[in-house]
């Protein structure tokens, strides 16, 4: 047994949150950069520039990349043989955004209330978390400011089996042509395959943490990620909707077993300001 | 590249064609979702709205807040489409114009046709940059709001496209048509 107290686990959620939101990822900016060699759109050029210049003068002056610093979904894999001492797990998640996003200047974007109040609640809590238990004695945490714009164009639909990969092509397609300028493309399409209805949207969440460069392990949604992507940046959307080659820079499908009677399909939209970072304890 | 400075008119309006990169200077004033419904209320109940609305731009944006030294957070426009609904009673009122991201509705784009407005474009996911053309800042309205207040900004070189014109010309539908290869 590992004790491993909350208050780390704190800290390393406030460093998280300010490191994710200061830094583009790398993998997304290298595939920005190298979307230049494919853009032929002037003003899609243009944007694909703005975008690059954005992050180097964000990570240079410590800067968030997008106003939009987020609601904080978590991923914590939490080690079988740990002992969490201190305090409570979802009290200590959220301090470290409370205390990250206060520290960070960075914009708090939650609402208390969904539907009547939505009042903000000042200091960007609750968190979104996901956690698993899983071998070992450590916790992995990984953290993704999501945006808005994003997320709201983001689908979930319960095909049938007989749809088939077909019928999830149709699925993300459509969902990329209704999102139009919305979720600041280029974006990074998260596509959750299997599951249940709750599940498959986390799936899709969880493939946008994934390195973008990094395909699916089987080949055969290998193959659909890479069509996939063909498809989408036929739709001439564009940098920031204005027309263009690049609307995405990746799809990636992240599955899961599912009933026989069900095909689960999720389409979570990263923008062009695709935001993680992770660490282990 | 186009310059022009707020407050805006007619004239300086009918120069613009979707699809031109504009770069604006002056004052401009921040509305999110929460400040418009309170415009649209305070119009309804026939009083002023904070600012005067006659020739000037709404950007469609709610800052991060400013580190010390710096005049603002990073800041970039919201999807505009969530405040369809409210522009429409703006225009009326004299809006000149609109900085967002994101396709506008067809009653929006035939009210912009009737009162000779445009509506802007900026980049999605370039705060800080956009940032750094925030020469001033203050908090004009509905503090409470939090990001969601209405900040008079004075911009200077701030980078847009026309993304609808006066004419109701709509520059998504435009350029989708010349790289679409479905």
């Known amino acids: 047994m590992k004790k491993i107290n909350v208050k780390e686990l704190a800290e390393a959620i406030e460093k998280l949150c300010i490191e994710s939101n200061y830094n583009l990822r790398s993998d997304v900016f290298h595939a920005l950069r190298n979307s230049l060699n494919v853009e032929e759109s002037k003003i899609g050029r243009v944007i694909i520039k703005q975008i690059i210049k954005n992050a180097e003068l964000a990570c240079a002056k410590q800067l968030p990349i997008c106003q939009d610093c987020g609601i904080v979904n978590i991923l914590l894999k939490i080690g079988q043989d740990v002992v969490l001492i201190g305090g409570t797990v979802e009290e200590a998640v959220n301090e470290g955004v409370r205390k990250g996003y206060g520290r960070g200047f960075l914009r708090k974007s939650v609402v208390c209330d969904p539907c009547f109040e939505r009042k903000n609640t000042g200091d960007n809590t609750p968190a979104i978390i996901s956690q698993r238990i899983v071998p070992g004695d450590s916790i992995r945490v990984a953290v993704m400011p999501k945006g808005g714009g994003s997320e709201n164009v983001s689908v979930v639909k319960m095909l049938l089996p007989g749809d088939g990969p077909e019928g999830i092509k149709r699925v993300v397609l459509q969902a990329v042509k209704d999102a139009k300028a919305n979720p600041c493309p280029p974006v990074v399409v998260g596509v959750g395959i299997g599951g249940t209805f709750d599940s498959v949207g986390f799936l899709a969440k969880k493939a946008l943490f994934r390195n973008i460069n990094e395909r699916n392990s089987d080949e055969r949604y290998a193959v659909l990620e890479m069509n996939l992507l063909d498809d989408i940046n036929s739709l001439g959307i564009g940098p920031s909707g204005l027309g263009g080659k690049i609307t995405a820079l990746a799809v990636n499908i992240e599955t899961f077993p599912c009933h026989m009677a069900c095909l689960p399909v999720a389409v979570n939209f990263g923008c062009c300001a695709l935001r993680s970072a992770e660490c282990v304890l | ?182």
């Open chain 2, 1 to 182: 590249m186009i310059k022009i400075d707020t407050p805006l008119d007619d004239g300086k309006i009918i120069k613009l064609h979707a699809g031109d990169e504009v770069i604006i200077g002056g004052v401009v004033y921040t509305a999110r979702d929460k400040a418009h419904k309170r415009f649209i209320e305070t119009l309804r109940k026939g009083d002023k709205l904070p600012f005067d609305i006659a020739g000037q731009i709404i950007f469609y944006a709610g800052p991060a807040p400013a580190k010390p030294g710096e005049v603002i957070g990073s800041i970039g426009p919201t999807t505009s489409s969530r405040m369809d609904s409210f522009a429409l009673e703006l225009l009326e009122h004299g809006l000149k114009g609109m900085i967002g991201k994101g396709p506008r509705s067809k009653e929006v784009k035939e009210a912009m046709v009737e009162h000779k407005a445009v509506y802007f474009t900026a980049t999605g996911g370039v705060a800080a940059l956009l940032s750094q053309y925030v020469k001033r800042a203050k908090i004009v309205a509905y503090e409470d709001l939090g990001p969601e207040a209405v900040y008079e900004l004075e911009i200077e070189d701030f980078p847009v496209v026309v993304a609808v014109d006066c004419r109701g010309n709509d520059f998504y539908v435009e350029s989708s048509k010349i790289w679409s290869h479905e």
